[in-house]
């Protein structure tokens, strides 16, 4: 019999288990009760957390806040990781304490959000409006609730804008081939690579790649924001890094399972910040000009592939269904991102300007 196994073992047993047959063998006996309801062992974080990264959810995982066996904190996961519509529309909401909803505010969203809070009465009220507003901006055109969208521009001399356009009309295409023009860099194909993506937006990055006759036109800023120095596509920074301290795994806000070792490299496929071609970082091909990073909301079709090229690169990234609409990006948010860069831009500007 279960009953007669250790409790550790036991909670071992359990989180291997499906959240429905959790929940049937908790209701079962006093002790197995006791031990699903311990929040020590949390025999549910497993079951939740295979849910989430699956996205497929059983039926009972939406009411699942009603049963007391269900330590409270699990929906913190559930707040990080879940569907918007789903967490909105479809799940019964747990009693939580503030400073949960907040801890679950704070994994969701880029930092810059934060400033919704002062506009609310509790961290609750601030998480469901803003996850409402994402959600919505996710399926229609509507920038009522953010008129202009900022974004940042990584200078070759080192400095870096931050900039803004009306969230109306923005093309981050647009004002890209804008710069390159500048740069007599339009004949040059434009590059766009995904940086790391989270519940509700992911952070793209577009540019150009050349062979350059002059060093003078390489961007190092960008391939040190792409490509974080000693960082490998083994996932583990080279003894040589000079920055290996800062190496460490992103929480505010939490990637997706897709860029889970973020600024460290994820294998499966979806981490392609920098592709080896040739046996060649990028084919021996270099940044030049200005690099754009932008926060583009998971719309629609967003995971949807054309049969043009390789996915979750270049154009497969901005066309098509589901990937036009954008969400400011501060230096709050670059600063969460891309730490190691703190020491390497020599000017932050806000707004357009060389910061002389």
């Not at 967490?87 to 919704?116: D, G, H, V």
């Amino acid at each position: 019999m279960i009953e007669t196994l250790p409790v550790e073992l036991i909670g071992k047993i359990l989180g291997q288990l499906n959240i429905v047959d959790v929940l049937i063998l908790s209701q079962l006996s006093r002790r197995l009760r006791l031990v699903a309801s311990d929040a020590v062992l949390n025999v549910w974080r497993l079951p939740i957390l295979r849910n989430l990264l699956s996205n497929q959810y059983e039926d009972c995982l939406k009411h699942l806040s009603v049963y007391t066996s269900v330590p409270r904190y699990n929906w913190v996961e559930i707040l990080s990781m879940g569907r918007a519509s789903y967490i909105l529309f479809e799940t019964t909401l747990p009693n939580l304490k503030e400073a949960e909803w907040e801890e679950a505010f704070k994994r969701r969203f880029l930092p810059s959000w934060w400033r919704w809070r002062k506009d609310s009465s509790t961290w609750k009220a601030a998480f469901l409006k803003v996850l409402h507003n994402t959600w919505h901006r996710s399926r229609t055109s509507c920038t009522t609730n953010e008129a202009w969208t900022r974004y940042v521009v990584l200078n070759r001399n080192g400095s870096a804008n931050l900039l803004e356009a009306s969230s109306r009309s923005f093309n981050p295409v647009v004002v890209l081939n804008d710069l390159r023009v500048q740069h007599n860099m339009h004949r040059l194909e434009m590059r766009v690579r995904l940086v790391v993506q989270f519940a509700d937006v992911r952070i793209i990055a577009l540019g150009t790649l050349n062979q350059p006759r002059s060093p003078l036109t390489v961007n190092p800023n960008a391939k040190a924001f792409l490509h974080p120095p000693g960082v490998e596509s083994d996932g583990v920074p080279t003894l040589t890094s000079p920055a290996i301290s800062v190496y460490s795994r992103l929480r505010y806000p939490l990637p997706a399972q897709t860029h889970a070792e973020y600024p460290l490299y994820t294998p499966g496929g979806a981490d392609k910040r920098w592709i080896i071609a040739e046996g060649l970082e990028e084919a021996g091909l270099q940044w030049v000009g200005g690099l754009m990073i932008v926060a583009q909301i998971l719309g629609q079709g967003i995971d949807d592939v054309s049969n043009s090229g390789a996915p979750l690169q270049d154009h497969d990234l901005i066309a098509g269904s589901g990937r036009h609409q954008y969400a400011s990006l501060t230096w709050d948010d670059f600063r969460a991102i891309a730490p190691w860069l703190e020491e390497k831009i020599t000017r932050r500007i806000d707004g357009p300007g060389l910061g002389i």
